[in-house]
């Protein structure tokens, strides 16, 4: 019992520190629009860069990517060169035009950005691109308090429910609050904790209990050799979409609206990205690889729990102090937050600021406008909790879905109007978003995910096939709103 209270403190001090942070960052940047979504536009390349990893990793790198580890070994390691190219494509080729871009066109999110850059006075893309946000959104955001539930039910044998109320409760509260500041000052402190945790515990783990580095890898081939082989004894067709799945997966990064919301607010277009870059890709190595092997110590230490996603949070209450125990759970909820927290504003943005001013027609003030974003964000919390008490289906596989179908909705729309604009027009936008998510999301639901190859494969295939087809079957004049970036492309290419 006394066990349990010290949990419980340490995991209280922590989260009374979150809500502290977004006290303090609403002080500054909440008065106005600009200031609640975009924090100013003054983020430097630690914050940006650290913001951005964890809300990448989610509690899905404790509890689903450990899970899967636990189930398939070092399989899940094909991650980790995706998302290292995906990085690079991001930091390098991505941000710095969105940044300048945005900008030059005042768009706030991702799709303020494709409304403006296709000049659609008829806000269909932005009524189409939100919806696909919201309907991705609220299962992703849905899967994190899942995350939490499970951890604090096996740790702190806090009922499900209650677990999930709590989650919500807090993060709701410093977003309502500080709004964007305080997602980025609260995500850069939380990643900072999530690199201590997903380094150190494997460490501990590897070379203390488990023997060194040797005897570790010895005790999980004779468990299961598969465990050690990099396709788990899977062949041909089966071998090939199952790497090519992971690899693509992180390209799919550059689909994300609640990354991409980080390059809007950062201070500047071309050193934030290229310092940002290695803190990004040195974040992506640790935390893959930590995962990994979390996954295969608790497959030694527990080769027999019932369910996988339960592994890490089991693990660590049987094996460290309270006062430990109660760090590491915060470094759980650390991962759990930052990406609760990104995904509940960006979704806010879009009803509050995207969709409302279109459906009233009616002109609000700045104040007004943070007002109806608290409303907003209170009520997407809401329908977060109810869809993760319905439990669709694991942390892991949820989380891939909503993220790959958001990347093929939007990663090919948004590399061709950033990179190739003249091949770009709303109607072959509006296809693009429509088919992308359409393809992924009826590969995933046939079941061809597990078989075939991930549904992010053929969704952005799909939509980079429709922009295509569309530029040359279907001539029209230019849409695309030229910006100062085109301009300094076109000297470019001349010179």
């Given at each position: 019992?006394?066990g349990?209270f010290t949990?419980l403190a340490?995991f209280?001090?922590?989260m009374?520190f979150?809500?502290w942070?977004?006290?303090?960052?609403?002080?500054e940047?909440?008065?106005?629009?600009?200031g609640?979504y975009?924090?100013?536009?003054?983020?430097?390349?630690?914050s940006t860069?650290m913001s951005?990893?964890?809300?990448?990793t989610?509690?899905?790198?404790?509890?689903?990517?450990v899970?899967?580890?636990y189930?398939?070994?070092?399989e899940?390691?094909?991650?980790?060169p995706?998302?290292?190219?995906g990085g690079?494509?991001?930091?390098?080729m991505?941000?710095?035009?969105?940044?300048?871009?945005?900008?030059?066109l005042?768009?706030?999110?991702?799709?303020?950005?494709?409304e403006k850059r296709l000049?659609?006075k008829?806000?269909?893309?932005?009524?189409?691109?939100?919806?696909?946000?919201?309907?991705f959104?609220?299962?992703?955001?849905g899967?994190?308090l899942?995350?939490?539930?499970?951890?604090?039910?096996?740790?702190l044998?806090?009922?499900y429910?209650?677990?999930?109320?709590?989650?919500?409760?807090?993060?709701?509260?410093y977003?309502?609050?500080?709004?964007?500041?305080?997602v980025?000052?609260t995500?850069?402190?939380?990643?900072?904790l999530?690199?201590?945790?997903?380094l150190?515990?494997?460490?501990?783990?590897i070379?203390?209990p488990?023997?060194g580095w040797?005897?570790?890898?010895?005790?999980v081939?004779?468990?299961d050799?598969?465990?050690?082989?990099?396709?788990y004894g899977?062949?041909?067709?089966a071998a090939f979409?199952?790497v090519?799945g992971?690899?693509t997966?992180g390209?799919?990064?550059?689909?994300q609206?609640h990354n991409?919301q980080?390059?809007f607010?950062?201070?500047?277009?071309e050193?934030v990205?290229?310092k940002?870059m290695?803190v990004?890709?040195?974040?992506?190595?640790?935390?893959?690889?930590?995962?990994?092997?979390?996954?295969?110590?608790?497959r030694?230490?527990?080769?027999e729990?019932?369910?996988?996603e339960y592994a890490f949070?089991t693990?660590?209450?049987?094996t460290f102090?309270?006062?430990?125990?109660g760090?590491?759970?915060?470094?759980?909820?650390?991962?759990?937050?930052?990406?609760f927290?990104?995904q509940l504003?960006?979704a806010?943005?879009?009803?509050?600021?995207?969709f409302?001013?279109?459906?009233s027609?009616?002109?609000?003030?700045?104040?007004?406008?943070?007002?109806i974003?608290?409303?907003?964000?209170i009520?997407?919390s809401?329908?977060a909790?109810?869809?993760?008490v319905?439990d669709i289906?694991?942390?892991?596989?949820l989380?891939l879905?909503?993220?790959?179908?958001m990347?093929?909705a939007?990663?090919?729309l948004?590399?061709?109007?950033?990179?190739?604009?003249q091949?770009?027009t709303k109607?072959?936008?509006?296809?693009?978003?429509?088919?992308?998510?359409g393809?992924?999301t009826?590969?995933y639901v046939?079941?061809l995910t597990q078989t075939v190859?991930?549904?992010i494969?053929?969704?952005?295939l799909?939509?980079?096939?429709?922009?295509?087809?569309?530029h040359y079957f279907?001539k029209?004049e230019?849409?695309?709103?030229?910006t100062?970036?085109d301009?300094m492309?076109?000297r470019?290419r001349?010179n």
């Amino acid at each position: 019992m006394s066990g349990n209270f010290t949990v419980l403190a340490v995991f209280t001090i922590y989260m009374a520190f979150m809500m502290w942070i977004g006290i303090l960052s609403g002080k500054e940047s909440t008065n106005d629009e600009q200031g609640f979504y975009l924090g100013n536009r003054s983020f430097g390349f630690y914050s940006t860069a650290m913001s951005s990893a964890a809300t990448d990793t989610s509690g899905w790198i404790y509890i689903g990517a450990v899970g899967y580890a636990y189930m398939c070994g070092i399989e899940f390691m094909w991650m980790v060169p995706g998302y290292a190219l995906g990085g690079v494509i991001s930091w390098l080729m991505i941000g710095p035009k969105l940044r300048r871009q945005s900008e030059s066109l005042e768009a706030m999110d991702l799709i303020d950005y494709f409304e403006k850059r296709l000049d659609d006075k008829a806000h269909i893309l932005k009524i189409i691109g939100g919806l696909l946000i919201i309907l991705f959104f609220i299962p992703y955001m849905g899967s994190q308090l899942k995350s939490a539930a499970i951890t604090m039910n096996v740790i702190l044998d806090t009922n499900y429910i209650l677990a999930m109320i709590i989650t919500a409760a807090i993060v709701t509260f410093y977003c309502f609050f500080g709004g964007y500041k305080a997602v980025v000052w609260t995500d850069t402190v939380q990643g900072t904790l999530m690199l201590l945790v997903l380094l150190g515990v494997p460490v501990y783990f590897i070379f203390g209990p488990l023997g060194g580095w040797e005897s570790f890898w010895t005790q999980v081939y004779g468990i299961d050799p598969h465990l050690t082989d990099v396709v788990y004894g899977k062949g041909g067709n089966a071998a090939f979409g199952m790497v090519s799945g992971y690899l693509t997966t992180g390209i799919g990064t550059i689909g994300q609206p609640h990354n991409l919301q980080r390059y809007f607010a950062t201070k500047d277009a071309e050193d934030v990205f290229y310092k940002g870059m290695w803190v990004k890709a040195a974040f992506n190595i640790i935390s893959m690889t930590g995962a990994c092997l979390l996954g295969l110590i608790a497959r030694v230490i527990m080769p027999e729990i019932a369910d996988p996603e339960y592994a890490f949070p089991t693990l660590i209450y049987g094996t460290f102090s309270p006062v430990i125990c109660g760090v590491i759970i915060a470094g759980i909820f650390a991962a759990i937050q930052s990406t609760f927290d990104s995904q509940l504003l960006v979704a806010v943005q879009t009803v509050a600021s995207d969709f409302l001013p279109i459906v009233s027609r009616k002109k609000f003030g700045e104040r007004a406008k943070v007002h109806i974003s608290r409303i907003t964000m209170i009520v997407l919390s809401v329908l977060a909790f109810i869809i993760a008490v319905l439990d669709i289906d694991t942390v892991f596989y949820l989380i891939l879905f909503a993220s790959n179908c958001m990347a093929s909705a939007f990663g090919p729309l948004l590399v061709f109007l950033l990179c190739a604009p003249q091949m770009v027009t709303k109607k072959s936008a509006i296809a693009a978003m429509l088919v992308g998510a359409g393809v992924a999301t009826v590969w995933y639901v046939s079941g061809l995910t597990q078989t075939v190859i991930w549904e992010i494969v053929p969704g952005m295939l799909s939509a980079t096939i429709v922009i295509i087809a569309l530029h040359y079957f279907i001539k029209g004049e230019r849409e695309f709103v030229e910006t100062k970036d085109d301009t300094m492309n076109h000297r470019i290419r001349r010179n």
